[in-house]
């Protein structure tokens, strides 16, 4: 089957022109905005539909998130939204409480966020750090297999 997709991109004569042309790919970006009544809602949804590319968009007013699935650079979805409604726009900073390991450490909770959600802590030494302090940690990795240096009880 790949094969098959190679050659025809090879031998596509719709494009017009002999260069290949890479397609974006179809994926979901979550933006946080915030919107406090259905005019703003109104304003965020128009600014995102009139893009190329653009499949699908949901908002979620209350937790101030607006989920467009599309062929679109997120990037772009961020800057379109901020220019086009005059709203601070940023990427969803946000990932649901169960994918953390330890969601109450700091740096990670945040009152902000929606319910259900925690912050994203994507650099290593903040979330080494958090965790090195956390009085929930020790006690877990206490009695762990992945310690070595860990009491065993038998």
Same mark, same amino acid.
């Given at each position: 089957?790949? /094969?098959?997709?190679?050659? $025809?991109?090879?031998?596509?004569?719709?494009?017009?022109? $002999?260069?290949?042309?890479?397609?974006?790919?179809? +994926?979901?970006?979550?933006?946080? @905005?915030?919107?406090?009544?259905?005019?703003?809602?109104?304003? #965020?949804?128009?600014? #995102?539909?009139?893009?190329?590319?653009?499949?699908? #968009?949901? @908002?979620?007013?209350?937790?101030?998130?607006?989920?467009?699935?599309?062929?679109? =650079?997120?990037?772009?979805? @961020?800057?379109? #939204?901020?220019?086009?409604?005059?709203?601070?726009?940023?990427?969803?900073?946000?990932? &649901?409480?169960?994918?953390?390991?330890?969601?109450? /450490? &700091?740096?990670?909770?945040?009152?902000?966020?929606?319910?259900?959600?925690?912050?994203?802590? +994507? =650099?290593?030494?903040?979330?080494?750090?958090?965790?090195?302090? $956390?009085?929930?940690?020790?006690?877990?990795?206490?009695?762990?297999?992945?310690?070595?240096?860990?009491?065993?009880?038998?």
């Amino acid at each position: 089957m790949g /094969a098959l997709d190679h050659l $025809s991109n090879i031998f596509d004569c719709s494009s017009g022109g $002999s260069r290949l042309k890479k397609r974006k790919q179809l +994926q979901t970006v979550e933006i946080k @905005v915030k919107m406090d009544c259905e005019g703003c809602e109104r304003r #965020v949804k128009k600014a #995102v539909e009139g893009m190329k590319g653009v499949k699908q #968009v949901d @908002v979620d007013r209350k937790a101030h998130k607006v989920t467009v699935v599309g062929y679109v =650079d997120p990037g772009k979805v @961020v800057s379109r #939204v901020a220019h086009r409604t005059g709203k601070k726009a940023e990427i969803w900073p946000y990932v &649901p409480y169960d994918v953390v390991d330890h969601p109450y /450490a &700091p740096g990670v909770y945040d009152r902000k966020a929606p319910a259900g959600y925690v912050r994203n802590v +994507q =650099d290593p030494q903040m979330s080494y750090l958090t965790r090195a302090s $956390s009085t929930e940690v020790r006690y877990t990795t206490a009695f762990s297999d992945e310690n070595p240096a860990a009491c065993s009880i038998m």
